[in-house]
C-alpha cells in the first residue's frame, strides 16, 4: 500500500488480490456473462415500461387522470363532509332525550296493528254494501252515477 500526500488529504492506494478458490483455474464467474444478464434484464424492463406507457396514454385518452384526481379530491372533501354531519347527528342524538324507547315502539305498534285491523275490516264491510247497492241500481244509473250522487271519493 503506498500513501501520497496531495495538500492536507492522504490517499492509500491498495493493490486487490483476487482470491482463487476454482481448482481448474479460472477465476470464478465470468463478469462478461454477468453484464450481459445484467444488459438483458434491463432491455426487458425497458420493454415493460415501453408497454405500461402506452397502456397508461390509452386508458389516459378514456378519462384523463386530471379529471380522475379532481374526482377523487371533490369524493374526499363530500366523504370529509359526511362524517362531520353523521357525528354532529349522532351526538345530537345522545344528547336529545326525544328518542322513542322500546316500550314506546311497542305499544305505538300495537295500536298501529289494532288501527289497521279496524280499517281492513271497515273496507271490506263497506265493498260489500257497496256491492250490493249497485246490485240493484236503476238500468239508467252507474256505479259511478251513485258514487257522485253520494258524495263519495277516491278508488275502491
Known sequence: MADVSIGKQIV??????????????????????????????????KIREK?????????????????????ISNLEEKKTLLISQISTLSAEMEESNSC??????DQIDQEWRKWHGQVTSRKRIFLEFWSSCTEVLPPDMTPEDLKETLGIEGSF
Do not use: M
Open 12 to 45: 492509500y492506494h491498495a493493490i486487490q488480490q483476487i482470491e482463487s478458490d476454482d481448482a481448474t483455474g479460472t477465476d470464478g464467474p465470468d463478469p462478461d456473462q454477468n453484464n450481459k444478464d445484467l444488459e438483458e434484464k434491463i432491455s426487458i424492463l
Open 51 to 71: 408497454d405500461l406507457r402506452e397502456k397508461l396514454a390509452t386508458l389516459n385518452a378514456v378519462i384523463p387522470i386530471s379529471v380522475l384526481k379532481d374526482q
Open 100 to 105: 322513542v324507547c322500546k316500550e314506546d315502539f
